[in-house]
T-cell receptor, first 112, second 115 residues
């Protein structure tokens, strides 16, 4: 089925470093979403992108909607220990916008 | 505003049993979706309900079913449980069905373990 290719699978960084992760698709998406999931909890929406080329920030997080509409990027600046978790990209399924298709996630570990 | 509430948080069942999970959406949200999360398959769409009607269903066997009540609360049921049904079941709500304009907000899930 439709999948989003998310990379990297995991990252191990030092506190204070910047982080970048991305998501690509073979299909065009009209919306890109970035979620974060902490252990034992559900995904929390970080940023929603609705327009090709859009660049949106939420504190230290910045995400971009690729101009081709087939990719998106999430950057975290000056990472802190509480950034630890799994980050997912997602988008409404191109064939039916009532459901989301997700990437496999990027697991982020931040060493203090 | 209260978030999406799922009960119970944890469940342990044995093979062959059935289970019912409950979800209360964010107040005012009429669309409720269910997702299964496993380490191997990631997040997989189960079904979506709007105004008590199932509008979309994922690629899961008929043992997985759900319903939505007039107050938008939803339940999902899994019958004849199998070991592979062990997963985190996530409920999410949205004001509308078109997720291009209204993103999903997730609950904390029900962790189901089948032994």
């Amino acid at each position: 089925g439709q999948q989003l290719n998310q990379s990297p699978q995991s990252m191990f960084i030092q506190e204070g470093e910047d982080v970048s992760m991305n998501c690509t698709s073979s299909s065009i998406f009209n919306t890109w979403l970035w979620y974060k999931q902490d252990p034992g909890e559900g995904p929390v929406l970080l940023i929603a992108l609705y327009k090709a080329g859009e660049l949106t920030s939420n504190g230290r997080l910045t995400a971009q909607f690729g101009i081709t509409r087939k990719d998106s990027f999430l950057n975290i600046s000056a990472s802190i220990p509480s950034d630890v978790g799994i980050y997912f990209c997602a988008g409404p399924f191109p064939g039916g916008s009532e459901k989301l298709v997700f990437g496999k996630g990027t697991k982020l570990t931040v060493n203090p | 505003k209260a978030g999406v509430t799922q009960t119970p948080r944890y469940l342990i069942k044995t093979r062959g049993q059935q289970v019912t999970l409950s979800c209360s959406p964010i107040s005012g949200h009429r669309s409720v979706s269910w997702y299964q999360q496993t380490p191997g398959q990631g997040l997989q769409f189960l079904f979506e309900y709007f105004s008590e009607t199932q509008r979309n269903k994922g690629n899961f066997p008929g043992r997985f079913s759900g319903r939505q009540f007039s107050n938008s609360r939803s339940e999902m049921n899994v019958s004849t449980l199998e070991l592979g049904d062990s997963a985190l079941y996530l409920c999410a709500s949205s004001p509308r069905t078109d997720l291009n304009n209204s993103p999903l907000h997730f609950g904390n899930g029900t962790r189901l373990t089948v032994t």
